[in-house]
């Protein structure tokens, strides 16, 4: 089999990465349709992975925004005089835009 056959003709597989029994016994659409089968069953397995990773990517972000607003108001609180001038600062900053 050449570089050029490989490409053209490639081998069909399972979910589990098994090569199908493409011999002269089985009909192409009978491989075609395990092919078929065995890709279903790889995109709803990559689905569920795909959900499941959102999903701590969304718990972990939310976690990260908690904690920097807990730092920031921890800081705010320690540091009072800096609290009152930062908003200072921000209430002239808005008064002159508008």
């Known amino acids: ?40 069953t790889e995109i709803e397995n990559l689905r569920r992975s795909v959900a499941a990773i959102a999903a701590n990517a969304k718990s972990f972000g939310a976690d990260k925004i908690e904690l920097a607003i807990a730092d920031v108001e921890e800081t705010l609180k320690r540091n009072v005089f800096m609290s009152v001038g930062i908003a200072a600062l921000i209430g002239y900053a808005w008064g002159r835009i508008k």
């Open 1 to 40: 089999m050449t570089d050029n056959d490989k490409v053209e003709n490639p081998q069909l597989v399972d979910s589990h990465g098994m090569v199908l029994n493409n011999g002269p016994d089985v009909r192409p659409r009978e491989a075609s349709d395990a092919q078929l089968e065995s890709l279903k």
